[in-house]
C-alpha cells in the first residue's frame, strides 16, 4: 500500500504566495474588483470570525427559510403504501408553488417567451441557492452529522449555517447497499453507517483486497475547505476533514450540498446535491455538470480541487491529500463500481416493464415514457441514460434576477442522470430544486413543452416509481 503524498514545503510557500484574497469581497468605493481566488492570509483573529458568523447566523437561516416557504409546500406528505428499501416513506404531490391566479395547465400551454414576459416561472423551478450562498461551502443533514459524531467523535457541525431541507424530502439513512458482484447477499449494509470503525468488520469476506483498502480510503478523512486545522475553517475546533463517503453515504448519498467549484465569480456558482454512486459501472461521464470521463478522474479531481472550491491555492494552504494514481484512486474507483441498484422487481433484463407483473397506470406510464413524453431521447433503457450532457436552457423562461446571493441566469449542460432507483435519492435536478417526482414531471412537461395532461403525469410518476 503506497501512503497519501503531501505537497512538499518549498511548494506549499510557493502556492501561497501567488493568491489574491479576494473572492468573497464585494467592490470597494474605489473599484476594486472580485478574484479568482480565496482569501488566503486570515488577519481577523478566529474567534472573532466565528462569534460574527455565529450572530449572523440567525437572519441567514430566516432569509433562506423564508424562500423555500415562499417556493415550496415543505409539509410532511407521504404517499400511502409507497416507502424506499429499508422502509422511510415517499414523499408525494407537487410542491412546487404556482405564481397567483394560474395553473400548470395554463401554465403549460403558454410559449416560453411569454411565460419570461408576465414572469410567471414558477420560483421552485429556479436556481436553488445554497444555503449561504455568498459563503457556500459544504452542509451535512444534521442526522448524518448526529450519527458521524456518536460513531467517531467527529463533529461536522458548522458554526455559520445549518442544512437547510426537511429530512422527509431526503434520501433513507443510512441507504441500504447493494453489490454487483453479490446480488446474492442483498442490501449488505446492516443498517449500519459505512465508517473508518465497521468497514472492515462489514466487508471483510465479501471484497478482494483492492476494493477493501479502496474502501478504507473513501471512509478516511482528508482536510476539506470548511472542516480543517486553519484559521477559515468553518468548525468550532480544528478539524480532520471529511470523507468521501460523508456526502456519498453507504454509496449512495445523503443530499448534502455544496456549491460547484467551476464557476466564478461567487453569485454564478451552481448549488449541488450529491449524486448517488449508484450503477458506477456502468455509467460513462462523473459529476453533475463536469463531464468527467471516468471515475478515476472523478474521485481525484474531488480530492485535488472540489473539496477546496476549485481552488489549489487554499488546498495547499489546507493540506490537500494528493492521492497516487497508480493505485489509491485506483482502488477507491474499483470500489465504486461495484454499488449497485436498488432490485426493480417489476423490470425485465432488458430495463422494460414485465407486463405480468406491472399494473395498469404503469404499463400507461411506461408508453408515455418512451411516447408523447418522449423521456427516453435522453433515459434510455435499460439504465434510462443517455451518458450525455443536455442543456434546457431554462433562461427561455425568466429574466437575469439576483436573490440570496445567487444570480440566476442559465443552469447550463446538466448530466443525463439514470433513472434507475431514482424513487430513492430526492431531491432532483442537479441542485435539488425538485423535492417530487411529481415535481419533476411538472417542470420537464413545462421546459420541454410536452402538455402531457393531469392523468398522463400521474402515469408517468407511477411508472417512475418502479425504477
Same mark, same amino acid.
Given at each position: ?272 446535491? =450529491?449524486?448517488? *454512486? &449508484? !450503477? ?11 463531464? +468527467?470521463? /471516468?471515475? $478515476? @478522474? ?117 448530466? =443525463?442522470?439514470? *433513472? &434507475? !432507483? ?11 430544486? +425538485?423535492? /417530487?417526482? $411529481? @415535481? ?28
Amino acid at each position: 500500500m503506497t501512503a497519501p503524498r503531501t505537497l512538499p514545503l518549498g511548494a506549499l510557500a510557493l502556492s501561497l504566495t501567488l493568491a489574491t484574497p479576494i473572492l468573497h469581497a464585494a467592490p470597494s468605493d474605489e473599484g476594486e474588483r472580485t478574484s479568482s481566488y480565496n482569501p488566503v492570509k486570515i488577519t481577523e483573529p478566529f474567534d472573532s470570525i466565528m462569534q460574527r458568523m455565529k450572530d449572523a447566523k440567525p437572519s441567514i437561516l430566516k432569509k433562506h427559510q423564508a424562500l423555500l416557504e415562499q417556493r415550496y409546500d415543505l409539509s410532511d406528505r407521504p404517499a400511502a403504501s409507497l416507502q424506499m428499501t429499508r422502509g422511510k416513506p415517499i414523499q408525494e404531490g407537487v410542491r412546487v408553488k404556482l405564481p397567483a391566479e394560474t395553473n400548470w395547465a395554463e401554465l403549460a400551454a403558454m410559449s416560453p417567451e411569454d411565460i419570461r414576459a408576465k414572469g410567471l416561472f414558477p420560483a421552485g423551478f429556479m436556481p436553488l441557492p445554497h444555503p449561504n450562498h455568498p459563503e457556500g461551502g459544504m452542509v451535512f443533514p444534521q442526522f448524518h452529522i448526529d450519527e458521524v459524531n456518536r460513531i467517531e467523535g467527529r463533529d461536522l457541525t458548522r458554526f455559520d449555517l445549518d442544512f437547510d431541507l426537511p429530512d422527509h424530502f431526503l434520501p433513507e439513512f443510512p441507504a441500504p447497499i447493494f453489490l454487483t458482484t453479490r446480488p446474492d447477499l442483498g442490501d449488505v449494509s446492516q443498517g449500519k453507517l459505512v465508517n473508518i470503525r465497521n468497514y472492515f468488520e462489514l466487508f471483510n469476506g465479501i471484497l478482494n483486497p483492492k476494493q477493501l483498502e479502496g474502501l478504507r480510503l473513501l471512509v478516511t478523512t482528508f482536510p476539506q475547505q470548511q472542516f480543517n486545522a486553519t484559521d477559515d475553517r468553518r468548525s468550532v475546533h480544528p478539524h480532520n476533514g471529511v470523507a468521501c463517503l460523508d456526502c456519498h453515504a453507504n454509496g449512495h448519498t445523503n443530499a448534502a450540498t455544496h456549491l460547484a467549484g467551476d464557476v466564478r465569480p461567487q453569485e454564478l456558482r451552481h448549488r449541488i446535491d =450529491t449524486p448517488s *454512486l &449508484r !450503477g458506477v459501472n456502468i455509467q460513462q461521464i462523473f459529476g453533475s455538470q463536469r463531464a +468527467l470521463k /471516468t471515475v $478515476e @478522474d472523478f474521485t481525484e479531481f474531488e480530492q485535488r480541487a472540489a473539496y477546496f472550491d476549485g481552488d489549489p491555492v487554499m488546498a495547499a494552504k489546507k493540506g490537500v491529500n494528493v492521492l497516487e494514481r497508480g493505485s489509491q484512486v485506483h482502488f477507491m474507483g474499483e470500489f465504486q463500481a461495484l454499488l449497485d441498484f436498488p432490485p426493480a422487481p417489476k423490470l425485465n433484463v432488458e430495463g422494460r416493464l414485465d407486463p405480468a407483473k406491472a399494473t395498469e397506470q404503469e404499463l400507461r406510464g411506461e408508453a408515455i415514457f418512451h411516447g408523447k413524453g418522449a423521456c427516453a431521447g435522453c433515459h434510455v433503457p435499460p439504465y434510462y441514460t443517455d451518458h450525455l450532457m443536455h442543456n434546457l436552457q431554462t433562461e427561455r423562461f425568466y429574466e437575469p434576477q439576483e436573490y440570496n446571493g445567487v444570480r440566476a441566469v442559465g443552469d447550463g449542460p446538466i448530466k =443525463t442522470f439514470t *433513472l &434507475r !432507483g431514482i424513487k430513492e435519492s430526492p431531491p432532483y435536478l442537479h441542485d435539488g430544486r +425538485l423535492l /417530487t417526482l $411529481e @415535481d419533476t414531471v411538472e417542470f420537464f412537461n413545462l421546459v420541454l413543452q410536452r402538455n402531457l395532461d393531469e392523468q398522463e403525469k400521474a402515469d408517468l410518476v407511477a411508472f417512475l416509481r418502479t425504477l
